[in-house]
Each structure stands twice: as C-alpha cells, then as structure tokens.
C-alpha cells in the first residue's frame, strides 16, 4: 500500500489527449479544430513520439500504389530510400499535411515521390519544431514533463488523469480523454481490456535506433556499384556481415543492416538493432533492452567503420531518447480490424481514417526475417470509428497504435502517417462529444465525417456523411 496523497487539479478543458507523438498530434489539432478546448500532455520535453523521441526518421508510405515499381537503372543515384513502392495517390491527409507542409518549408523533410519510395525522410529536430507550431496555430495548450500514471473517477468511467510531475501530483479533469500513449496506458488505467501480441503473447522487437553522420555517400556507392548483390534499397551487406561475424566481431540477430537516407546527405539513420521477448509496457523488459541494444549498436558502429566503405570516419551522433516499441496494448473497441480487412482493402460506413500501407511484422520470435505483405495494387482500407472506441469504458477514445485491432492489422496501422489520422479522428469525436454532452460512442459517425472533411481528411468514397 503507499500512502494517500492530495493533487492539485491544473485544468478543466473540454478534451485532455495525453500523450505527444502523432496520433497525439493529431488528436489536439482536430479537437481544438472542431471548437473544443485542449489541453495536451506528454511525458517528455518534446513532442513527436516515436519520430523524434526513438528517432523514426523515415515516414512510411501513405500512398496506395497504382502501378509497381519500376526497375531502376544502373546509372541512377543511390537514393538509401525504398525502391518497391510504385506510383501511387496519397489515402491521408488533415492534420498529416499541416505537419507536412511545414517540415518542408523548413528543410526538415524531403516530399514523397517514386524517387523516396513514397516515404518521407524528416529531421527529427525540425519535427520537434514543426509540431509545435501546429499546436501553437490550432490553439492547443500543452503540459510538458507530465507522465500519466492514472486516472480519476469511477472504475470505467474516468473523469480525469493523475499526472506525476515536478510540480508534485496534479490532475487534469476533463469531459473526454483521448489515450494517445501507444501503450494505451490511460485506457487500461481505467479497466479497459485489451490485448497484447499474438496468440502466444509475443510481440514485435525493440529496436533502438540511431543517427550517423560524416557518412560518404560517393564511396558507399561505389561499393554497391562493384557489389549490386549486397545493398537492395535500404538493406543489405549480407556478405561483410558474415566476414565479421565469422571474426567474432558481430552477434546481431539480423541477417542484414537496414538504414535510411535523412535530408541531409552526410547522415543515414539506422534501424538495425533487435531485441525480442521484451514489452515495453515492463519496466523490467524496457531496461533490460536499453542494455541490449546498445551493446549491439556499438557493434554496428564499430563494424561500419572498419569494412564499410564511406563509414571510415562516421560516428553515431545521436541514439534515441528511448528505445523503439514498436508493439504493446491494443484496446479493445467496439470492432477490432482484422489482416483480411487490410489485405482486402475493406470500406466501412463509420469510416475515419484509411490506410494503404503493408502488413509489416519483424519477427516476435527474433528470428531473423520481416514478413511484408502488400495490398493488392491500388489498394486502401478503411479504419472504422468503432475501433478508437473502448468496448467498456466511457469517456475515452484511443488514437494511433493502441487502437482495436488485431496483432497482423496493427503491424499496418501503427506507421506514423496512419497513427496521426486515427489520432485525429478520436479528437474530432472527443470534441463533438465534449460539446454536444454525450458519450463518444453515441456520437453520430456522420457527424465525425463532415468535421474530419471540413478539416481535409482522406476518408475515399465510402462516407455516409456525403
Ligand atoms: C523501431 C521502430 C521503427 C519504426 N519504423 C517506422 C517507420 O520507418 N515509419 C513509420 O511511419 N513508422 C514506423 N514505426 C511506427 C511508428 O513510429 C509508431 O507506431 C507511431 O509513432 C505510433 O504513434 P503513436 O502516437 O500511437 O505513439 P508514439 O509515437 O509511441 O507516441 C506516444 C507518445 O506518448 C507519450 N507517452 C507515452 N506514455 C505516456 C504517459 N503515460 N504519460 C504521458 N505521455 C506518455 C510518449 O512519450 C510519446 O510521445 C516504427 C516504430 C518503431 C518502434
């Protein structure tokens, strides 16, 4: 038992979306743009969530893909960028276009086209910004250096969020509170089920990732030039890893190395670290992978610079703040996605959201392959209202990869682009509900459409508010 204590109450707005990465992002935009007062909390000094605190540099694709890829010449540049994705048109956009829009005129990110694979390299520290200013132009307040350790009100009916902070316990009490952690933490603070991983309880690895710099590209190319069996797109060196394992100097439970061009052309980012049987809702796990995966990552850097052409000179110069989660809890809502409605780009009537990007699951067994599986070509499905809503909670929505789904759909919808759109969506929702008085599941999903519309969402051709 610990003892009681007293907290001071440091809000009353309409909507408390805790947590700051996309979905978070997201959620605030499109609640304080449908009229309701927000307020937004994140545990860390920043905002972004994965993309900056874990260093998620490259934004996965949210295009469909109309035709394939084209083979690319001997003679063009090497990009560091997907070559496998095809032309195709974008299936999000909102809040996404905002953030967007501003990391270019920045610098801090390179647009999607066939040349990046329709994948958007961004800058973490320019991101951090631009985020910032999105909040700032929507008008949302914000509460740093909060972590949300629980909630209060009546067992599945939460009224508010406990807040551990410098300033001592505070709550934050409002008509609707959207969980944007990824873990889900509010929600299951509040007794809502949920589920974790596969049948057999495992999830997908940590993967600590980190940025190099004073990277020679001219050389690095010139190697794949000479080896064009080693390098495909953004991963490869099959061969000098196994010349290094073989001397003892790497133990990695990849086959390959896998990194990523940045906007800037002396640095790649690398997400070539692994660590499985770990969850990152375990504070045990999470540390026990912080070690792990920075022992890999002095590997990693160690072996570039002696048998990698171009990374003679290269250091890392920053890891991130934390390890990559990339799978924990998946609330269970009022309809759980399912790989079929991925796979077979299913509409749905409640639509909010849509997603075009693969099934994509880095082996929970720590094996060491990835299974992708694509849409059919032109393909996108749909993410129905139904499943940013708790089955059993009231008062709360859950947005980006803590939404219903199974562990296949989840490996899609959990990318930064999708996340950011189901995030906002649940902060329309909170905010109609918040003005209209009723629960967020009596909210009408017309009504959701037409502000998600009226704000440029991407929601196809299914709506039944049109
Ligand atoms: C290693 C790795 C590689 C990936 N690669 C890609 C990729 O290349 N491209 C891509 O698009 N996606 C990629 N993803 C997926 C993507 O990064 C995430 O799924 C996405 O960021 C999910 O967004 P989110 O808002 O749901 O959660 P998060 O990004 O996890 O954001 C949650 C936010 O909530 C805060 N928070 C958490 N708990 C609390 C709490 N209790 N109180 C207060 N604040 C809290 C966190 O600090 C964080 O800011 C990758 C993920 C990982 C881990």
């Known amino acids: 038992m610990l003892p ?9 707005p309409d909507v408390v979306v805790v947590g700051g990465g996309p979905s978070g992002i997201g959620a605030a935009v499109g609640a304080a743009s449908a009229g309701a007062e927000v307020v937004l909390v994140e545990r860390y000094g920043f905002l972004g969530g994965n993309a900056t605190a874990a260093l998620v540099m490259p934004l996965m694709s949210w295009h469909n893909e109309v035709r394939g890829a084209r083979a690319r010449g001997d003679d063009e540049p090497l990009r560091l960028l997907p070559s496998d994705h095809g032309p195709g048109e974008p299936v999000v956009a909102g809040a996404l276009l905002g953030l967007m829009g501003r990391l270019l005129k920045s610098g801090g990110a390179i647009a999607p086209s066939e040349e990046t694979g329709y994948t958007v390299p961004i800058d973490p520290e320019a991101y951090k910004s631009a985020a910032l200013d999105l909040l700032d132009s929507a008008g949302v307040n914000y509460l740093m250096h909060a972590f949300a350790s629980g909630v209060t009100g009546e067992p599945r009916q939460p009224e508010g969020v406990v807040l551990e902070t410098k300033s001592g316990p505070l709550a934050i009490e409002a008509a609707v509170i959207v969980d944007c952690t990824g873990d889900g933490d509010v929600a299951a603070a509040a007794g809502a089920a949920y589920d974790v991983g596969r049948d057999d309880g495992l999830v997908q690895p940590m993967t600590l990732m980190f940025r190099i710099v004073e990277f020679e590209r001219q050389r690095f190319e010139g190697y794949v030039r000479e080896r064009p069996d080693q390098w495909k797109g953004v991963c490869g060196l099959w061969e000098l890893i196994e010349q290094a ?3 003892g100097e790497l133990d990695l439970p990849r086959e390959d190395l896998l990194f990523f061009a940045t906007p800037h052309e002396h640095e790649v980012t690398f997400n070539s670290t692994r660590v499985s049987g770990v969850l990152g809702t375990d504070v045990f796990d999470l540390t026990r992978a912080e070690r792990l995966a920075r022992q890999q990552m002095a590997q990693i850097v160690r072996f570039l610079n002696k048998r990698v052409l171009g990374f003679e000179r290269a250091y890392a110069v920053q890891s991130g703040t934390q390890i990559g989660v990339r799978e924990t809890r998946r609330i269970v809502g009022e309809y759980s996605l399912t790989a079929a409605d991925v796979l077979r780009s299913r509409q749905f009537d409640d639509v909010i959201a ?13 094996g060491r392959g990835t299974l992708l599986e694509r849409l059919p070509i032109g393909g996108a499905y749909d993410i129905p209202l139904r499943c940013l809503i708790p089955r059993d909670v009231d008062g709360l929505l859950v947005g980006g990869r803590c939404i219903s789904g199974s562990h296949e759909a989840h490996s899609s919808y959990r990318v930064t682009p999708i996340a950011l759109a ?4 649940a902060g329309v929702t909170a905010a109609l509900a918040a003005g209209t008085r009723v629960a967020p599941r009596d909210v009408a999903a017309g009504a959701v459409q037409r502000a998600l519309l009226e704000q440029g969402a991407d929601l196809g051709d299914r709506v039944i508010a049109r």
């Not at 009681?4 to 009353?12: H, N, S």
């Not at 189901?422 to 969506?425: C, E, S």
């Open 4 to 12: 009681a204590r007293r907290g001071r109450v440091a809000a009353r």
């Open 245 to 247: 394992r073989a001397a």
């Open 354 to 366: 849509r997603g075009s990007y693969p099934i994509d699951i880095h082996d929970p067994k720590g």
């Open 422 to 425: 189901t995030g906002q969506a």
